[in-house]
């Protein structure tokens, strides 16, 4: 079964940045698109950004420019790099397959952007 553990969340003022990390047991990650999804209170999970197993990269048009998607197979690790963050990234973001999840999720973690 595949378990994720995300980490890397906090809270920061708008214009900061954080560095999430997820990693991955139970699958062979290296085959796999992986992505960055979030979440705020009400909503639907939203896909934020992706990256192929050919590291093809596709961001959501809300972070494209400010966040960077990176994986490390070795580790079975993925990154999400988050730059110049804005109130409106507050959410909790957690990592899965991209565009077509899983249906096992790990607790994701909690981001908050607030001056």
């Known amino acids: 079964q595949v378990t994720f553990v995300e980490s890397g969340g906090g809270l920061v003022q708008p214009g900061e940045s954080l560095r999430l990390s997820c990693a991955v047991s139970?699958?062979?990650?290296?085959?796999?698109?992986m992505g960055w999804y979030r979440q705020t209170p009400g909503k639907q999970r939203e896909l934020a950004a992706s990256?192929?197993?050919?590291?093809?990269?596709l961001y959501d048009d809300s972070v494209k420019g400010r966040f960077t998607i990176s994986r490390d197979n070795f580790k079975n690790k993925v990154y999400l790099q988050m730059d110049n963050l804005k109130p409106e990234d507050t959410a909790v973001y957690y990592c899965n397959r991209g565009a077509i999840p899983w249906d096992s999720w790990g607790q994701g973690t909690q981001v908050i952007v607030s001056s």
């Open positions: 990256i192929s197993r050919f590291e093809d990269i």
């Open positions: 139970g699958i062979a990650f290296s085959i796999y698109s």
